[in-house]
Every structure is written in C-alpha cells, then in structure tokens.
C-alpha cells in the first residue's frame, strides 16, 4: 500500500502538505508512495544544520569523524537485506544494487579509513611550510579550517544511495553538517537509508537531513559559508548555478553532471587478442548496467575504421545475449529505467540521436523480457547506433538519451581517435583499450585534458580492473565542460572543498601553537625528562631534547660499509676524488641516520615507546666526512591517538618527531627526517 515518505528536518520525521508526487515501482508500475516537501522551511532547515549540527561535528577531531563513518558503516551493513529489497523497486538488478548501496558504505568505509592521513585536531595543516626570513624566526604556513556552513547535496535518481554516502562521507569527515535532496523518483530508497541512519544514533543532532521532494527555495537561502553540491543533467545543473544568491554569496558550487563519455579501441587491437573481448564486455557491462542509467556510462564508442563491421556484429551478439526483466529473477542481467518519465525521455533522445546514425541492434518498440509486462515495467532493449560520419553528424557529441543506449563511429588514424572524444566538450570518464604503451601515452597526453578520468585498460589490469564506470573515493570524480567543471571525493582533495584554506604567517612557535604540529625552528619543551620516557597523554607537542656529540671517524665509516654492504666509491677513503663533488671520504647518509637514532634513542631500559615503524621525509642535505662531529634536536612533531581493536589490545598512539642533524658549524643542517613511533597510553 502506497504510502507519504517523510523527510527528516529539525531533528524530527515530518510528512509535507498535501498529497505530493506519486513514486512507482519501476517493475511493476504499481504506485509504491507519494513525496512532497511542501510546507517545510527552508530557512529553518538550513539554520539548524548550521547552528546544531556545525559545532557538534566542528568540535569532533578527523579521528573522531574518522571512527564515526566506521561505525555508521558497520551499522549501514547489518541492513544490507532491507535496502535490496527497496531497491529491486527501482528496476535495479542485484548487480545494480551492490554497486549503489554497498559501494556507497563502501565510501563510508574509505573515509572512515583516511583519517589516517590527518591529525587528532578539528583542522589541519595544508602542504609546506614556508620560511619567510633569513633566520627562521618568520614563516608562513596554510591552514584548513571547516566552513561555518552547511553543505547541500541535491543528487539524481541513478545511484539514490551511492550518491549521497558519497558526498556525506566527505561532508562529515570535513566537519559540515548536510542537508540531502535526492532525485523525487527514487528518493524512497534514500529515505530507507537515512531511516537507519538516524535511527543508530551514530550522527550528532543536525549534521544529517532529507528533504523528500522539491527543494523549492531552498538555494535562495544560501550563505558563503554553505557548499552546494549537484548531480544531475548539465541544463539544470546550470540553471541552479546561475541562482542569483548563488552567485550574489559567491556559495563554491560543485556540479557533476552527465556527459558524453566514451570508449576507445586502439589501432593495434585485433580480433584475436585478449584486449578485443575485454573492449566488448567493457561496452555490453557499460550498457546495460543500471540499464544505462549512470552519469559514467559509454555514450560513444570510437574503433579503427578497418574494424568497423566487426565490432559491430561482436557488440551485437554480446547485447544479443543480455536477459532483460524482472530484477528479482536470477537469470535477469538487465532490469528497468528508473520510471515511465524516463522511459519517454530517452526514447525522445534517442530520436535526436537517429539524424545523425543508425539503429543496428535493438528496438525502440519492444523487448523480450523475463517475468515481467512491458506495458507496466519501464523497460527498453538496449540500443546500439551507428554513425559512420562522426565529424559531420554532430548530434552524437551533443545529445545524451540516459539509458542503455551507445554509438559506434570510426576513427581512420591517431589523431582522429584524440580529436573524435573531445567533441563531447567534456567527459567524467574516457577508456583506452590498448596493449601498446605508445598508444595509451598519447591518448592520455592528447585527450586527458577533456576528461576527468581516463581508464588505460589491458590484458595485464583487466580482471581486477574496477571498470570504465567506477569511480572511486580515493580518485577525483568530475570533468570538465559539459561534464560540470567540478570534482568530488579524491581522497584528502574531497575533504578539502568543505574547509576554507587559509595562509598564515608568524614565528614557528606560534604556528606551532596555532597548528598543533611542530614546525622547525620553534621554542621547544626542555624539562629534562627523555621524550621516550613519557607516555603518549603526556607528551607535549614541542617536547625536545637536544643530544651530546658524536665525532665520526674514517673507522666507522669503513665499519659500515663493510656491515651494509653499501661501497659506493664516495664512502672509500681510497677513491681519487677528482673529479667528484667530494674532497675525501664521506659518510654514508644512512650511517649518519643511525647515528642520530644512537643520540637520540633512550635504549638500555623498557620505556612506553612499543616501536619505531617508519621514517618520512628523510634528507641528507650536507656531507659529512671523518672528524666532524653531530648532534640532534629530536622534537615531538605530531600525536595520533589510535583506537584499540579488541580488548587483548594495547592502548597506543603514533607520535611523529622531528630529527634535526647538525655538525660543530650548527647550520645548515647535515640532515632532517620525520620519525614515527607507536608510544604506549595509560588507559
């Protein structure tokens, strides 16, 4: 029985006035509920995410957020039934629906995970820092802080979870709150997510709400402080750009729209290679996935002109063999567009498409289907065209039908195969299938700049390939041109659309203070207890011992390479240094380093550091030769507290330092390096 889907504003589950738009089963064409946001405020809504929910997740380290998409992912995935269920409503295939529900807790899950790469405070430290003055006492540094805003996801209907898990992850890890508006159509399985959501409790009050239905007003309401995000078709994502308080607030406004992407054989693929049926199965899964309805899919499909007819009939016998119907039956492969609303729009595209090519395999009016009714479901054979004039029938680079509809054309040579793409003005995704470097080098150098991803896809990557359509968290999504402009997740880049970047400058023991993260030639923290003697809750950032000398002789240097085997010339005191950059024997840098660790480690007792698991950043920058003597300033640089992965687990935290290397002369330094540690923790 149909049913009003409620959205969740306020902190609260509210139905709108009114009866609102109808939503149906896509398979069945029953009515499954109706959606409506009439009579909600939007000015309210957008308030409280950025009254309750803003400094709830602003108070939060990346850690904190870091475990929170954890936990709601771990929740999400206890439900998985429920959301498949809902989704089979959708004409979404098991296959569809993996990809939707659990690749968007999977995005959960990667962002949960890249917490790792920020440190346990609110904000963070942006690329280099950048020292301002002869003596160092004067630098200049970039600091991401969350904005004070909300950040507003208005998706389409495709992907009604993935495209939200998405986006909030990176919100939510960034320190906004979220106001989402999923595409009407499917928005009932979005509302089945974010039931769950709300429901585990895991999210602090404001920092997620649904609005089921139009948005109506609601980026009339928009502030500087506020990120728009939008998925959907590039006309109306251009008309919600152009909102005059958009523009007037100067709100960062991230589109990912739809656009022509396409796939490319290269010239040397034949028949009888691997790479011939990877390049067939690649297209038939872009087709039909989803039925075609993916922002990612191959619109167009570019081959050499002599190998034209056989892609054709090797295309057509692959559609040929794809089971179309009912999604809850296991034979099915293809299942439905998302309503009848779409089924019309891409039959009309599809006759725009059919003055500039030829329909070669399917039909516009029929499809054999399995347990199901045609006149109901909202189905449609895939449809395979033909344009054999690619530079002279342009509506193939212009027009978008979004379902499982793709265009063969021919390229005669290189340049064709480079030039063809770039008339669709602006891709999320191209793929190159090719086993020749050569080939793959100079598509990806002649066409990137058109797209937003390019898939170089072969023999050697093909079976753990994720595929032409996948994006994924820790790669950018977007394109430019027709494709938005924009760019979403990408890793630690994602995160950063929500913070505002900032430069700062004063002394290094002020953006010590300031960062949380000791930066060289700041005041350091001497009360004569050895950093590694102290457990993680109290080290200090800054905590800082300065080390004896050491003075190395020609003895230890001969030593070491005996014992590493390393006797490259420079370390032999036999060598003619004549025409070298060196005046006799000098360290090895790596003995040099071993040294430090021998003046700065506190050895011969059992102290709360567990281990030393890595060295970053690690420069020899002066040479040493026998008779110099070294010292170390070792500062404690960065702390991560770690959680504990069961009970048998030992407390612990990463702390990173800072190893300074200097000789008798104090400046420049011999070297520099980043340490890290596991140090142990009280409770």
């Given at each position: 029985?149909?049913?009003k889907l409620?959205n969740?504003?306020?902190?609260n ?7 609102g738009?109808?939503?149906?089963n896509a398979v069945t064409g029953?009515?499954?509920?109706y959606?409506?946001t ?6 309210d809504i957008l308030n409280?995410a950025r ?7 602003r ?5 904190d957020?870091g ?8 929740h999400l995935?206890k ?12 004409g979404?295939t098991k296959?569809?629906s993996?990809?939707?529900i659990?690749?968007g807790?999977?995005?959960l899950?990667?962002?949960a995970?890249l ?10 430290l942006?690329g ?6 002869k003596?160092?006492s ?5 600091l991401l802080?969350?904005?004070e805003g ?11 979870v ?5 986006k ?16 009407t159509v499917?928005?009932?399985?979005a ?6 959501i709300?429901a585990?409790g895991i999210?602090p009050?404001g920092?997620?709400q649904?609005l089921?239905?139009s ?6 309401h928009t502030m500087?402080q506020?990120?728009v995000?939008f998925?959907?078709?590039a ?13 007037a ?14 796939i490319v054989?290269g010239a ?19 087709m ?12 167009r499909?570019f081959?050499?002109?002599n190998?034209?007819e056989e892609m054709?009939?090797?295309?057509s016998?692959?559609l040929a063999q ?17 309503g009848?609303?779409q089924?019309?729009?891409v039959k009309?595209?599809v006759?725009k ?7 070669v395999?399917g039909?516009m ?6 347990d199901?009714?045609?006149t109901?479901?909202?189905?449609m054979?895939?449809?395979?065209m033909?344009n054999?004039h690619p530079?002279?029938a342009?509506a ?7 379902g499982p509809v793709s ?12 030039a ?6 602006g891709?999320l995704?191209?793929?190159i299938?090719t086993?020749d470097?050569?080939?793959?080098t100079d598509?990806?150098i002649?066409a990137?700049?058109y ?6 896809l072969?023999?050697e ?5 994720t595929g032409?359509?996948s ?13 938005g ?5 990408g ?7 929500y ?5 700062i ?12 993260q000791?930066q ?7 009360d ?5 003697k102290?457990?993680?809750e109290?080290?200090k ?11 190395i002789?020609?003895e230890?240097?001969?030593k070491?390479?005996d ?8 370390h032999?005191k ?5 025409d ?6 000098v360290a090895?840098g ?6 430090a660790?021998g003046l ?6 059992i102290?709360?550091v ?5 060295i ?5 920058t ?6 110099t003597s ?9 702390k991560i507290?770690q ?10 935290g990463?702390?990173?330092?800072l ?6 002369t104090d400046?420049?330094l011999v070297?520099?390096a980043t340490?890290?540690t ?6």
């Amino acid at each position: 029985m149909a049913h009003k889907l409620e959205n969740y504003v306020l902190g609260n589950w509210i139905a709108g006035d009114g009866d609102g738009q109808a939503l149906y089963n896509a398979v069945t064409g029953d009515t499954l509920a109706y959606a409506t946001t009439k009579g909600l405020n939007n000015v309210d809504i957008l308030n409280y995410a950025r009254k309750v929910g803003n400094p709830a997740l602003r108070k939060m380290t990346f850690q904190d957020r870091g475990l929170m998409l954890k936990a709601l992912a771990l929740h999400l995935q206890k439900h998985l039934d429920k959301f498949y269920t809902t989704s089979y409503q959708t004409g979404a295939t098991k296959a569809d629906s993996w990809v939707d529900i659990e690749g968007g807790i999977g995005n959960l899950f990667a962002n949960a995970s890249l917490r790792r790469k920020f440190p346990d405070t609110s904000y963070c430290l942006d690329g280099e820092a950048h020292i301002l003055s002869k003596k160092g006492s004067f630098m200049g540094h970039h600091l991401l802080i969350p904005k004070e805003g909300v950040a507003v996801h208005i998706n389409a209907f495709n992907f009604p979870v993935w495209g939200m898990l998405e986006k909030i992850a990176v919100n939510l890890l960034a320190g906004m709150p979220a106001v989402v508006k999923p595409a009407t159509v499917t928005s009932f399985l979005a509302e089945a997510v974010v039931r769950e959501i709300i429901a585990s409790g895991i999210l602090p009050a404001g920092a997620l709400q649904l609005l089921c239905g139009s948005a109506g007003d609601l980026l009339d309401h928009t502030m500087s402080q506020d990120v728009v995000t939008f998925t959907g078709s590039a006309s109306t994502g251009l008309m919600l750009k152009s909102n005059k308080t958009i523009l007037a607030e100067n709100v960062p406004f991230n589109m990912e729209a739809d656009s022509l992407n396409s796939i490319v054989l290269g010239a040397d693929v034949t028949p009888d290679m691997p790479e011939w049926d990877i390049f067939v199965k690649e297209v038939r899964k872009e087709m039909t996935t989803k039925c075609g309805q993916k922002c990612t899919a191959v619109r167009r499909i570019f081959v050499p002109e002599n190998r034209l007819e056989e892609m054709q009939a090797a295309l057509s016998k692959a559609l040929a063999q794809t089971v179309i119907g009912n999604p809850l039956n296991e034979k099915v492969r293809m299942g439905s567009l998302a309503g009848k609303t779409q089924q019309s729009e891409v039959k009309m595209q599809v006759q725009k498409l059919l003055t500039a090519s030829q329909l070669v395999y399917g039909s516009m009016n029929s499809v054999e289907l399995i347990d199901a009714d045609a006149t109901k479901g909202s189905f449609m054979s895939p449809l395979l065209m033909l344009n054999e004039h690619p530079f002279d029938a342009v509506a193939t680079h212009e027009v978008e039908a979004f379902g499982p509809v793709s265009t063969l054309m021919p390229y005669k040579n290189m340049d064709e195969a480079i030039a063809l793409p770039k008339l669709g003005k602006g891709s999320l995704c191209s793929t190159i299938v090719t086993a020749d470097p050569k080939i793959a080098t100079d598509y990806v150098i002649g066409a990137g700049m058109y797209h937003g991803r390019v898939l170089v896809l072969n023999n050697e990557c093909a079976k753990e390939s994720t595929g032409h359509g996948s994006p994924l968290p820790l790669l950018v999504h977007g394109g430019p041109g027709r494709a938005g402009g924009g760019e979403e997740m990408g890793g630690m880049r994602g995160v950063k659309h929500y913070m505002q970047r900032l430069a700062i400058q004063g002394s290094p023991s002020m953006v010590t203070a300031i960062s949380g993260q000791y930066q060289q030639n700041a005041k350091g923290n001497v009360d004569g207890i050895h950093p590694f003697k102290k457990m993680f809750e109290d080290l200090k950032i800054g905590d800082q011992i300065v080390t004896e000398k050491r003075v190395i002789t020609s003895e230890d240097i001969d030593k070491f390479a005996d014992l590493s085997g390393d006797h490259f010339y420079a370390h032999m005191k036999d060598t003619n240094f004549e025409d070298t950059m060196f005046t006799h024997q000098v360290a090895h840098g790596y003995f040099i380093m071993s040294v430090a660790a021998g003046l700065f480690v506190d050895s011969y007792h059992i102290n709360p550091v567990l281990l030393n698991y890595g060295i970053d950043e690690l420069r020899f920058t002066k040479p040493v030769y026998p008779g110099t003597s070294v010292y170390v300033r070792f500062s404690c640089k960065e702390k991560i507290q770690q959680e504990t992965k069961d009970e048998n687990d030992i407390p612990k935290g990463i702390v990173k330092w800072l190893v300074e290397i200097f000789d008798e002369t104090d400046e420049p330094l011999v070297g520099i390096a980043t340490i890290l540690t596991m140090v142990k923790m009280k409770a």
